[in-house]
């Protein structure tokens, strides 16, 4: 029996999952999960040629920024759609041939041609309905465009905030001095 995984605007869908295919996919979640934060963990302290680690090029005013970083964020809103993708990644090494996949992302069509490029698994791309699917299709690079300024903006309201929270001790540690 074929799994029929659907994934769609960033909506993952399993269909025709069998009772105990479901609790391997639970623990394989498990699995994703560890093997991220233990990703995450090692790329920290990883040396990019620098001499320096992650951690180490990312400081300012002798503090690293790391922990600020979009990787280390808990937040399910950022990591949603990677984690969604490198499940579908990971069901397709399960048992790739016992899959069949319905998407729009063209990232994941292109990570599973080039991760299983021998191995027998559909993939069917989505066919445009709607206008927001035809802009996502057209403008793609549009729509990129405007989640790399969302991203700067949020980075602009981090460096604010931290800003602010400086200038509140360098204040608060001056009418100490007093």
Known sequence: ???????????????????????????????????????????????????????ELLEWKGMSTWWLSPLVSKSVGINERWMNRLMILYLCQ??????KIKTDDKILISAIKSNFENQNIEIMKSKVNGLGSYVKYRWGGLANLLRYIISILQCFERWLVLRSMAKNQTSQLSSLDH
């Not at 498990?30 to 680690?53: I, P």
């Not at 399960?94 to 899959?99: G, L, T």
Request: no cysteine; hydrophobic share 45%.
């Open 94 to 99: 399960e048992d790739s041939n016992a899959i």
């Open 1 to 55: 029996m074929k799994i029929n995984i659907e994934y769609l605007n960033n909506v993952l869908l399993l269909e025709d999952v069998p009772l105990n295919e479901q609790r391997k996919i639970r623990k394989l979640w498990d699995t994703l999960r560890d093997d991220y934060a233990d990703w995450v963990a090692a790329v920290r302290l990883k040396d990019f040629g620098l001499g320096k680690s992650l951690v």
